[in-house]
Each structure stands twice: as structure tokens, then as C-alpha cells.
């Protein structure tokens, strides 16, 4: 490892570092958005459920680096605009999520749906207020996946050259270098572990009647 | 799509079926070591309950590296010491199948151990020894989960194939990776194209075996010739 040129790069790496959470969150954030109701569907209609999750299965099979390709012919874009990579990504992270949402809100036992319409929930309040925050531990189990395979997924969009951390890989290959490649893939690991304890810390902070136990 | 429909691109050395042809040489050699690895592993935790911390650590580990990365890394500490192919074929072979391993593995796992255990306790009760158990047993009856961890594993190892062609790998990466340097679309298109059916067709043939070898009693799907024509009517008495 050459500390020097790390230090002497620390710039351009916080660039990349940035580059690389906003790539991997922001679809995070918009494919949970996504899921949720089309999640809700599925888990409403029995008809709906095998289509969705199919379909999902089927958008999930497409390889990344396919699908970065591809992308720019759908929506338009340049083959370098970072947009083909939020689009990928949601389109990932929501394939992977609906079944995940469905199968949550399936979870929720009937009594307590009972109950909350005993009490005088209506549909909707009883969907936000008891059976939503009942699924929350199955859909951040979800949600986690989901954060880690992304901040993996966002180092390939490198070889097409659209700056993130994996262009530390590409430079690395390059100039045959190894510091940048240790680099990249360290923080690649911290950064997936933080997302990862982040959702476990949000999923204990929504759902506080859980026993204090390390989720696994 | 130019590119895809132009029938020079079709024979010749670096033909498209060529390139399927490597794709899928290097995609399924690597799944086969994976599997020759992970099943018989995942079968002895699963049987045993010994080293259980590997498939939780493992699984989750394996998952953040960074592809890209890790293929990079390889590649640089392997290649000076092999001048020939095998200084980028060796380090992507390696890469693919430790993505491999981990869905099989913790697949296979959690397929012996979801065994009904009165089925094992029936068939010891019928004087099976504990292998036959195993192959009678517990592998027909774990094999759905064990074919749905082989499914996500070969769904990796072509996507991960398709970057390895960034360090010279052949295969239809080779298609997005030199259309990227040429600036040519159209190539970059028709690799897409290519590889993402080659997944969904390899997705579907693998649920199609896993309906053929996987035992119906298992699924509930019941063999048209076994049901009774007319279901049996209970009478209502009240």
C-alpha cells in the first residue's frame, strides 16, 4: 500500500466516495418508494402477486452491466449519464422488494388486522398504522439485501466510465497499481456495512416493541 | 441493432456464436466447481450443524465485495506468473465460482436442514442406514432449494462473466467492452441484448428442470394420471 498517494489523492477518492453513496442510496430510497405500493398490490390480489413477482424475477435476471447498456435506449439518456445507473438500480432494488413487501404485509397475523379494524381503523389507517409497521422487520431483512448487492452493482458502471469508486479499479488496472484497487474495494466493504447497520439501526427505531436482541 | 443482424458478424473468429460459445464454456465450468464445492459442504453442516458461523458470514461478506474489484485485484497477482491465457482466464474462473459458492452453499444448508425430521425418523424407523438416508431422503427432499441456490449462482456467474471481459476475458462481454472502446453502440447493444436473453433463457431452463427432477409430492402439484378424475365428494349431513 502507498499511504503517499493516498494521501495525495484524498480528494479525488472523497469525489468518488460521494459519487458512489449517492449512486447506491438514491435508488435504495426510490425502489423502497416503488415497492411499497406495487407490494401492497400483489399482497391484496392473488392474481397480481404471480405477474408481479414474475415479472420481478424476470427484470432481475438481466445482468448489470446489460442493463446500464440498455437503459439509455429506453430512456433516452447518454450512455455516460449517471441516470442510467439510478434507473438500473431502482429497477433492481424494487424487483427484489415486492415480493419482500408483499410477503411482509403477508405476515402480519389476521388477529391483529382484527383487532385494528375492531378498533375502528379503516382500511387505509389500518394499513399505515398496524400492518405496515407489523411487516417493518421483514422489509428492512429486505431492504438490507438490497443496500449491500447495490453498493456492489454501482463499482461495474467503472467500466463504462462513470466516475464512483470502482473507477479506483479501472485507474488501478490501468497503471497495474494496487493501492487505488485496495482502496476501492475497502470502501466499498466499509460503505455496504454502514448502510447495512443504518437500516438495522432504522429498523429497531421503527419497531421499539421488538425484545433488544442483535438482528441477524 | 445493426450490428445484431449483420451476417458478418455471425461466422468468422470473433463471431457471436463464438462468443455464446466461450461465455458459456467459462459460465459453466465455474459453476461446476462451485457446485463440487458448496453441495457437499452445505450437506455436511446441514447434517452435522458443525461450522453453521460460515454460511451467515460468509454469505454476507461475499455479497459487499466488490465484483470489479475483486477480479481486478486477482488478475494483477495472478498474471505475472502465468505469461499465456491463464494469467486473466485463472483469475475470472476464480472470481466466479467464490460468487458462486455462497448461494449454493447456503442454499444446500438450509435445504437438509428444512427436511421434515419425521421423514428422516420414518425412514430410520424403516431400517435405512444414515447414508441412505441421505441420498433417499434428505437430498430428493432438500433438492428444490439446493436447484434454486444453482439457479442464482449461474444467474451471477453469467452476469460476472460478462465484466470479466474488461481483463481480456472472451465471452459476450467482449461485445460491450470493445463497442465502449471503439464507440461503437450498436456492438455495445447487440452484447446487452445477447446477454440478457442468455440469462433469461438459462433462468427458465433451470425452473423447467427444477419442475422435472424435483419430486411432486414435495411441490403439491399433483401428476394429472394419479389425481382421481372426479374429486371425492364428501356427503353433507347436518
Known sequence: MNFEWLGRQSDNIVFLLGWHVLLAVIPLILGLLIALPLGWWAHRSRRIYPLLVGVAGLLYTVPSLALFVLLPLVLGTKILDPLNIVAALTIYTVALLVRVVADALESVPEDTVQAAKAMGYRGYQSLLKVELPVGVPVISAGLRVAAVSNVSLVSVAALLGIPQLGSLFTQGFQLRFFTPIIAGIVLCVVLAMILDGLIILLNRWLTPWTPKVVAS | ?238
Open chain 2, 1 to 238: 441493432m445493426n450490428y445484431l443482424f449483420d451476417p458478418r458478424h455471425w461466422s468468422g473468429a470473433d463471431s457471436i456464436p463464438t462468443l455464446i460459445g466461450e461465455h458459456l464454456l467459462y459460465s459453466l465450468i465455474a459453476l461446476a466447481i462451485a457446485a463440487i464445492i458448496a453441495v457437499p459442504l452445505g450437506i455436511y453442516i446441514g447434517v452435522t450443524g458443525k461450522g453453521v458461523f460460515l454460511i451467515a458470514g460468509l454469505a454476507n461478506a461475499l455479497r459487499a465485495l466488490p465484483s470489479v474489484g475483486l477480479l481486478i485485484l486477482l488478475v494483477l497477482l495472478i498474471s505475472p506468473a502465468f505469461p499465456s491465457k491463464m494469467g486473466y482466464i485463472l483469475p475470472s474462473l476464480i472470481v466466479l465460482v467464490l460468487l458462486a459458492v455462497p448461494p449454493i452453499l447456503t442454499n444446500t444448508y438450509a435445504g437438509v436442514r428444512a427436511v421434515d425430521a419425521a421423514a428422516v425418523d420414518a425412514a430410520r424407523g424403516m431400517g435405512f442406514r444414515t447414508m441412505k438416508i441421505l441420498t433417499d431422503v434428505q437430498l430428493p427432499c432438500s433438492l428444490p432449494l439446493v436447484l434454486s441456490g444453482v439457479r442464482s449462482a449461474l444467474l451471477q456467474i453469467i452476469s460476472t462473466a460478462t465484466i470479466a471481459a474488461y481483463i481480456s476475458l472472451g465471452g459476450l462481454g467482449r461485445l460491450l467492452i470493445d463497442g465502449k472502446a471503439q464507440n461503437d453502440y450498436s456492438q455495445m447493444v447487440a452484447g446487452a441484448v445477447l446477454v440478457a436473453l442468455l440469462a433469461l433463457f438459462f433462468d427458465q431452463l433451470l425452473a423447467f428442470i427444477t419442475r422435472r427432477v424435483v419430486s411432486p409430492g414435495l411441490t403439491r402439484r399433483t401428476i394429472k394420471s394419479a389425481s382421481p378424475a372426479e374429486p371425492v365428494k364428501t356427503p353433507v349431513t347436518v
